[in-house]
Nanobody, 118 residues
Framework: QVQLVESGGGLVQAGGSLRLSCAAS????????MGWYRQAPGKQRELVAR???????NYADSVKGRSTISRDNAKNTVYLQMNSLKPEDTAVYYC????????????WGQGTQVTVSS
């Protein structure tokens, strides 16, 4: 079974940057679209960035222009570089594979906490 391990979160001041990583076990990583999600306290989990197997990317308006998703298929890892962080970016960040319907398709990892102070 595929396992996802997110890392790279932390406490940063507004305007700062973080690079999140998500390592996936399993050999099917390279053929899957991958996405970064986040869940703030009291809110639903939302998809903020996705990248196809071919490298095409899409972003939610909330992070567009400030974040870059990338992947290294050789390392079974997907990244999310976040710049100009805002307090509203505070959330637990998760990654997951995306099905053809755009739905998360693997068991969730533990996530990584991002806290942005004002």
């Amino acid at each position: 079974q595929v396992q996802l391990v997110e890392s790279g979160g932390g406490l940063v001041q507004a305007g700062g940057s973080l690079r999140l990583s998500c390592a996936a076990s399993g050999s099917i990583f390279s053929i899957n679209a991958m996405g970064w999600y986040r869940q703030a306290p009291g809110k639903q989990r939302e998809l903020v960035a996705r990248i196809t197997s071919g490298g095409s990317t899409n972003y939610a308006d909330s992070v567009k222009g400030r974040s870059t998703i990338s992947r290294d298929n050789a390392k079974n890892t997907v990244y999310l570089q976040m710049n100009s962080l805002k307090p509203e970016d505070t959330a637990v960040y998760y990654c997951n594979s995306l099905s053809r319907l755009g739905l998360p398709s693997w068991p969730w990892g533990q996530g990584t906490q991002v806290t942005v102070s004002s």
